[in-house]
């Protein structure tokens, strides 16, 4: 099949985060830390959404399911929405595994070249310019749906990309039209890297046609009040790869891409080539509610006084685990560091969702401004930096605080003012969010 080279406008950054809810979730924690990040705001309001997955990617995730059951993928039908089969990837990945892993029907829907903002260039390919289907009215106005069925269309013996057929839909293939809102309520599992600008959207669309997915996000999304919810009542977790590592993806030809990541995507292998440049993204990971083996893994812990004693983190030997004022919780830094014998609650880093396992812990809450656990809300505080400069604000509430008994040097902390002339102010220093979790079974 032909492929199509697609280009964009230079103008276009590939943001370093990638969608709303990223840049949501860490417009709140630069707010707590004072910063801002125009990154982030540029990266949304850019809503560049082309980034497309490397094969090498989809094949370890999807490996993944399958040695978990074999049978993952037999007699589903599965959806690849915003994709397009003639370049991508998925499509390709699941047409030639059709056979092995007895897909019962594989259907992929693209977006229309008219309703992608970075496009500038669109041409297209021989397969849809030389198919009797062909219209040139709605080329670029309409997406197409591709479908393979059990059916060796071309009669060479083999069910395979070859034999796909195809049709123009009646709109542009958004996935939140009716048309392509039927075919997820037809399909069994839904599959893909949705556009990173409507990313919360997306996994709306998912849980409300109640199908299994797995599909490409940011990791940073995970501290969103409506991400949270479904990974703390289990319906949604971390896939079982490319967590903590960068995923590389391709952009379109012209493409603005950042030197380092380029570099970097090179040096994973992926330099630029005729049909597209690359670039890498640190927090991207997999969403998913497929199970595998990785979450039924227990992490293998040591007690309290080991940790204590034996810890690799100088600071869980010196310090220990520091209560937190606004939580009934413990701080645990480090996910490795979690203390096996400890049946109270304790607060440990976003990154502990990598090895969470639901029958070994329990999740509870998020240190979030809007989380039920929080024990205490501070009046407006004065954050105070290192250089002595004052600032007022209230992110004191949106994470962990603890509380000093003298104003802390070198670091930045809050003030927060007594009661009363007489009573003098308290200080306090936070730390980075925590999702509060407790071991299975010791309520
Ligand atoms: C992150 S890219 C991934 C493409 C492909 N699934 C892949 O992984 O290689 C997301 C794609 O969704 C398309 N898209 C953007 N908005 C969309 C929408 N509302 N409905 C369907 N597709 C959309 C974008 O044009 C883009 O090609």
């Known amino acids: 099949m032909p492929k199509r080279v697609k280009t964009a406008p230079a103008s276009d950054e590939a943001p370093e985060e990638l969608d709303e809810a990223t840049a949501e979730a860490s417009d709140d924690a630069a707010t707590a830390g004072g910063y801002t990040n125009s990154n982030l705001s540029a990266a949304r309001a850019a809503k560049n959404d082309e980034f497309y997955t490397l094969w090498a990617d989809i094949e370890r995730e999807m490996n993944a399911y399958l040695e978990y059951d074999a049978d993952v993928f037999r007699d589903k039908t599965i959806l690849l929405p915003c994709d397009d089969p003639e370049w991508s990837n998925f499509a390709k990945f699941f047409a030639l595994h059709f056979t092995d892993y007895g897909i019962k029907k594989l259907i992929s829907t693209s977006y229309a070249p008219d309703s992608k903002p ?10 849809e310019s030389q198919d009797p289907k062909f219209d040139e009215t709605k080329t670029r106005s309409h997406g197409k749906k591709f479908t393979l069925t059990a059916e060796d269309i071309n009669n060479d013996g083999v ?33 893909t890297n949705p556009p990173f600008s409507l990313f919360r959207e997306f996994i709306s669309w998912l849980v409300e046609g109640e199908v299994k997915f797995s599909i490409v996000g940011s990791s940073n999304a995970v501290t969103t009040k409506d991400l949270f919810a479904l990974i703390k009542g289990n319906k949604l977790w971390k896939g079982a790869t490319a967590n903590n590592t960068d995923m590389v993806f391709g952009v379109p030809k012209g493409t603005t891409v950042k030197e380092a990541d380029k570099a970097k995507a090179k040096r994973l ?12 993204l640190g927090n991207s990971c997999w969403f998913t509610n497929i199970d595998h083996g990785r979450r039924h893994e227990a992490l293998q812990l040591m007690t309290m006084a080991d940790n204590r004693k034996y810890s690799k983190h100088a600071d869980v030997k010196s310090i220990g685990y520091r209560q937190m004022d606004n939580y009934d919780a413990i701080e645990v830094p480090y996910t490795d560091a979690i203390p096996s014998d400890y049946t109270g609650v304790m607060g440990v880093p976003i990154s502990f969702l990598d090895k969470y396992n639901p029958d070994q812990f329990e999740i509870v809450s998020l240190t979030q401004t809007w989380s039920d656990e929080s024990t205490k809300t501070y009046p407006t505080q004065t954050l105070v930096s290192p250089d002595g400069s004052r600032k007022t604000v209230g992110a004191l509430n949106s994470g962990p605080a603890f509380k000093v008994a003298t104003p802390p040097k070198g670091v930045a902390y809050y003030e927060v003012k007594g009661e009363d002339e007489k009573t003098p102010p308290s200080y306090y220093i936070s730390a980075y969010k925590r999702i509060l979790i407790r071991r299975k079974g010791a309520k």
């Open 118 to 127: 970075a496009t500038i260039t669109y041409q297209p390919t021989l397969f």
């Open 159 to 191: 069910v395979n990309i070859d034999d796909l057929q195809w049709e123009y839909l009646d709109g542009d293939g958004d996935f939140r039209s009716d048309e392509v809102t039927a075919l997820r309520d037809e399909a069994d599992i839904v599959i």
């Open 269 to 280: 292998g992926y330099p630029s080539d005729d049909d597209y440049d690359y670039t890498r």
